[in-house]
């Protein structure tokens, strides 16, 4: 990267979640990336990827071919960037486990048995395959998150044992299997700070620990949330007992719904690079996560990733930033940032919240969520939805904005529809409820554009795999809003005699631990929807 403190930046990318890019989306995201002066783009892929002879193996999930692969690799390859393969070698294989062939390889839940021979023939096929599609000889092996090591079958057929000694075991066997193909391995960081026991910023390990990490494996110190250089400074530098050569992955908040948090990200940001840059650390990515869907654009995002480009030249002047984002762009990188708007509160914007999530699936009946209402959200959507309708006529990027404005358009009637009718139920005012039919209905209306909006942007984005998760939770939240309003009218019509559901009382949401009221961060669109059992 020119004029960069750093000798590889660039961004990984979650196809895992549901949400798995098409080429020519990538294609893009090169260019984009080119177009910002980023020279490195990780594919995060669990196992939405070929694997030679494991048909199973990313079966219906939409997985690259090896084919498209090494398209990819060619292409990235001709914009100079480098195309680096980031996968899993132990947890975060759930999808994985619905099949036979690989749930009898599991220790428990989402992670692999360590020791298991099986295992070793599954990551050499999975090796030979990489090696065959990508040119860069370095690849993220993942071992994130791995708490369940050593604890279901391992546990059972040898009892329990030190579980720091079975993840270096098992982080040896697979940068064996990789030496041989030739890489050099990147694994996330915070296992060995999770078996220790410590926090990131104060765990001590044994000299013999970072002496039994095996030379061709690097760690990766991930961390998206503090705003304060002196957090990074600190893990930074206890990273480094372990390893001195580490990398660091920062985010860029595209994972707690349907829009990104813009603000937050280049606070984060800015704070990391400035600690990587101090302290020389040589190779900086920032991650596009999709948790519970894949449902953010990253393309929402080109504000912050071209600030973190800007940031990792040592150019920290957001006038400055801004005045080079429209050249590039053509698009005032304050316009741009209105796609983080409905997930931002009015005063706040570095907190993270997704009440456009929650509150789209949240159930007018059941009013799980309902406590969270202040009153004024739908008022706040409203005018949202009106800054951002501007936007969507943008040729480029139309797309990226229609469907957060989609989603004020919805939540501008429905975020306190459930408070409404909870209300006017429990105080028998039959003519403010009768006066809810319509707005039953204009919301069901608005939902089915949302809809439309959602499956536009996803088709042009991503492969079509996925979005049948989409069609269930939004025909869902159609159905759901139908019944809800039929059986209202039922109820004032006489054929129904109580609606149960209303006649419960507004307890404090699960989701809230401030005691209070108000936005919060909560992204699982099961738990939002209903307190009964998926």
């Not at 039929?486 to 005699?497: M, N």
Request: glycine fraction near 8%; include cysteine.
């Amino acid at each position: 990267m020119d004029n960069s403190s750093f000798d590889r930046f660039g961004v990984m990318i979650d196809n895992s979640r549901n949400a798995v890019m098409n080429v020519d989306s990538v294609k893009k995201y090169i260019d984009l990336l080119k177009k910002v002066g980023c020279d490195f783009l990780m594919l995060y892929t669990e196992d939405t990827y070929e694997v030679n002879g494991r048909p199973y193996f990313g079966h219906h999930r939409g997985k690259y071919l090896k084919s498209e692969l090494i398209e990819l690799d060619a292409y990235a390859k001709s914009r100079g960037v480098e195309l680096c393969p980031c996968i899993q070698t132990l947890a975060h294989l759930n999808a994985l486990m619905r099949w036979p062939e690989f749930s009898k390889l599991a220790d428990s839940g989402d992670t692999l048995c360590a020791g298991d021979e099986e295992v070793y023939r599954l990551i050499d096929d999975i090796f030979a395959t990489l090696n065959e599609c990508f040119t860069s000889k370095t690849v993220n092996i993942g071992m994130d998150e791995a708490e369940n090591i050593g604890l279901g079958r391992y546990l059972r057929e040898h009892g329990l044992e030190n579980r720091m000694d079975i993840l270096v075991r098992h982080l040896k066997r697979v940068a064996e299997i990789a030496a041989k193909y030739g890489f050099t391995l990147l694994m996330w960081g915070d296992m060995f700070y999770k078996l220790a026991g410590g926090p990131e910023d104060k765990a001590d390990f044994d000299r013999k620990l970072s002496e039994s990490i095996p030379e061709n494996v690097n760690l990766i110190y991930w961390d998206y949330y503090s705003l304060e250089k002196e957090h990074y400074d600190l893990r930074i530098l206890n990273y480094r007992k372990l390893r001195d050569d580490i990398w660091f992955a920062g985010g860029l908040w595209t994972w707690t719904g349907f829009t990104p948090h813009i603000s937050y990200a280049l606070k984060a940001t800015e704070a990391a690079v400035k600690s990587c840059a101090e302290h020389n650390v040589k190779n900086v990515f920032m991650t596009l996560w999709g948790d519970n869907g894949g449902e953010t654009s990253r393309f929402s995002v080109v504000p912050a990733l071209f600030a973190a480009a800007e940031f990792a030249r040592g150019n920290f002047d957001m006038d400055s930033i801004k005045e080079k984002f429209f050249k590039e762009f053509g698009i005032a990188f304050d316009d741009f940032m209105l796609a983080e708007l409905p997930g931002t509160p009015n005063t706040d914007n570095l907190s993270i919240n997704n009440p456009e999530k929650y509150m789209l699936y949240s159930d007018p009946f059941m009013g799980n969520l309902d406590a969270l209402v202040k009153g004024d959200e739908a008022e706040r959507f409203a005018a949202c939805g009106k800054k951002l309708e501007k936007m969507i006529e943008n040729k480029e990027y139309g797309n990226v904005f229609e469907v957060p404005y989609r989603i004020c358009r919805v939540l501008e009637l429905k975020y306190d529809l459930g408070v409404r009718t909870r209300k006017a139920y429990q105080s028998g005012d039959r003519e403010t409820l009768s006066n809810l039919i319509p707005v039953y209905d204009e919301t069901v209306k608005r939902i089915e554009e949302f809809y439309s909006a959602l499956e536009k942007w996803w088709m042009a984005e991503n492969k079509p795999h996925g979005f049948d998760v989409q069609d269930i939770r939004i025909g869902g939240l159609l159905m759901r809003m139908k019944h809800c309003r039929q059986r209202l009218a039922g109820y004032l019509g006489g054929s129904i005699g109580r609606i149960e559901e209303l006649e419960d009382k507004e307890l404090h949401p699960f989701c809230a631990n401030d005691g209070g009221r108000g936005a919060v961060c909560y992204n699982s669109w099961g738990l939002s929807a209903t307190c009964n059992v998926l």
